[in-house]
């Protein structure tokens, strides 16, 4: 089959943008031929994606579109425009670029299928581009809380969200949102979970990094609705006297870039100087670097407040972590289905006052869950978990198969 693929956003960068370069992948090593449409700044050069796949570019910063890439999260790992800073001249320009080079990829590459990502704007261009052709969506729950938090062609995108012909959920307490929250039809929605790249993401073999007895390390954007603040703030609590036997001491490494919000990471980085135990912030860091830290770490940590399906999670337990990460809805059970026994200890999140912002009364409490859950992960062992159901090809089969 011949599949087209549409994101609005760089398909290299963030988690949906990892899950759209793998599943295309896995497309081309099925025998698909593949395209891509998505969004790059004008001094992008040229996407990771595979050399066979098709690339239409759709480029920010140039007189065409007078502003960065929008980002599905309000705080993005590279500059970035945020939907609610669109005035109307924007949105126009947005969507008469995106609607181009949708209509070029259509007349050129001629696909069966179209598999877009996010629930959003650019999906349900896709939609109105496309009337005749199957087109199904990926939720990676950014789009949810877009349409949560701000009014930006609402009504549009859930009109377009429903006359698609497949939306794939990552489990099934996103799958009720869809349903309850953009009214679309149960019977349209497929749970397809996510997957991790198990030839780069393992123990390992010779040359690995040994495994560093006391080591904690967080992937994911430097950013106070990840928790990371929160956690700085936990690891301040952890006294030597509460370490488990074995343990000498904390070393703390995070990966990840600053975004855009440059106060909350410098408020973040200024905390964590005054931490008790090192920490060491690496910046955003290639696959290969990433699998070798989780390699290196005992426990890795999630202690955000809003996820679809976090890759990070799944990858730091094939690399041989003991988890520590919020008990967001649906988390828990996908991972107690898809990898049985994980080693992964789970903590309540605060109460929350809008999609992604906690209640600030409920923060210490949290910091001191975080803390016994870090406390607990370092005394636990850890055990192999089979993460093989965490397979891109078998979620980019069930993907198509939900068009067919």
Request: charged share 25%; proline share 8%.
């Amino acid at each position: 089959m011949r599949v087209l693929n549409v994101s609005a956003q760089k398909p290299d960068t963030t988690g949906s943008g990892i899950y759209l370069a793998e599943t295309v992948r896995s497309e081309i090593a099925m025998g698909h031929e593949a395209a891509v449409v998505c969004g790059l700044g004008a001094e992008d050069g040229t996407p990771t994606l595979p050399s066979a796949a098709r690339v239409y570019p759709v480029r920010f910063d140039t007189p065409e579109l007078p502003f960065h890439v929008c980002g599905m999260s309000d705080v993005m790992p590279y500059p970035a425009t945020r939907y609610r800073d669109l005035t109307p001249e924007m949105a126009g320009l947005l969507e008469r670029a995106f609607t181009a080079r949708i209509r070029q990829a259509l007349e050129e590459f001629a696909p069966d299928v179209v598999v877009c990502h996010h629930l959003y704007l650019v999906t349900a261009l896709v939609r109105e581009c496309a009337p005749d052709l199957p087109v199904g969506a990926v939720c990676h729950s950014t789009g949810l809380r877009q349409l949560a938090q701000i009014p930006f062609e609402r009504e549009r995108i859930c009109r377009d969200v429903r006359a698609l012909d497949a939306v794939f959920a990552l489990h099934e307490a996103q799958a009720a949102r869809i349903s309850d929250e953009l009214g679309v039809d149960p019977r349209r929605i497929h749970i397809v979970g996510a997957g991790i790249n198990t030839r780069l993401f393992s123990r390992g073999g010779a040359g690995t990094p040994a495994r560093r007895r006391g080591r904690i390390c967080y992937a994911g954007k430097i950013w106070s609705k990840k928790g990371v603040m929160s956690l700085v703030e936990a690891l301040d609590l952890i006294s030597p006297e509460m370490l488990p036997e074995g343990v000498r001491g904390l070393e703390v490494r995070m990966a990840g870039a600053a975004g855009a919000d440059r106060e909350d990471f410098e408020a973040i980085v200024s905390r964590a100087r005054a931490c008790r135990w090192p920490i060491e912030f690496l910046g955003k860091l290639p696959q290969d670097r990433l699998a070798d830290e989780y390699r290196a770490a005992e426990v890795y940590v999630l202690p955000s407040f809003y996820e679809g399906l976090p890759l990070v999670v799944g990858e730091a337990l094939a690399c041989g972590c003991k988890d520590v990460v919020s008990d967001l809805p649906g988390l828990r059970p996908w991972y107690a289905s898809h990898v049985p026994g994980a080693p992964i200890v789970w903590v309540e999140p605060p109460r929350m006052a809008g999609v992604d912002e906690p209640v600030a009364a409920e923060l210490p409490a949290f910091s001191e869950r975080v803390a016994r859950a870090l406390v607990e992960a370092l005394a636990m062992p850890a055990p192999d978990c089979d993460v093989s159901a965490m397979s891109w090809d078998r979620i980019a089969a069930d993907v198509i198969g939900g068009l067919q």
